[in-house]
Nanobody, 121 residues
């Protein structure tokens, strides 16, 4: 059974940084991509960043390019999202997902429970 557990969320001020972690277990090695999505109150869920497990290729939403970095440690089956220069509009619940394609959330089968990120001005 695939399980994804996110951690690292919290509250920071504008301009601050956080690093989110996604620890995966189960048959995750067969999945091509691991991605981060977020959903703010009253808004639709959106893709943030994705990484191809084998090649390490990365994909980012335009809104986070240059500020967020997705990375992985395959030996630990863990994917990270380093978030710098945070803005109030980054406030959301952040979810890790796998089993899908790049940032197309409709293709993702497995999701974590989420971790809350709150950025205050």
């Amino acid at each position: 059974q695939v399980q994804l557990v996110e951690s690292g969320g919290g509250s920071v001020q504008t301009g601050g940084s956080l690093r989110l972690s996604c620890a995966a277990s189960g048959y995750t090695t067969s999945f091509t991509y691991v991605a981060w999505f977020r959903q703010a109150p009253g808004k639709e869920r959106e893709g943030v960043a994705a990484i191809a497990r084998a090649s390490g290729s990365t994909y980012y939403a335009d809104s986070v390019k240059g500020r967020f970095t997705i990375s992985q440690v395959n030996a630990k089956n863990t994917v990270y999202l380093q978030m710098n220069s945070l803005k109030p509009e980054d406030t959301a619940m952040y979810y890790c997902a796998t089993g899908g394609w790049q940032l197309d959330q409709d293709t993702y089968y497995f999701w974590g429970q989420g971790t809350q990120v709150t950025v205050s001005s």
